[in-house]
């Protein structure tokens, strides 16, 4: 289950990601 873990990892950055995009 590696790709799903590193999937769900690259999920939580892009939400991170655009929630700091949408906060700017």
Excluded: R
């Excluded at 289950?1 to 700017?24: C, N, Q």
């Amino acid at each position: 289950h590696k790709f799903l873990s590193s999937s769900l990892a690259v999920m939580s950055e892009i939400v991170a990601f655009s929630g700091l995009m949408l906060d700017a």
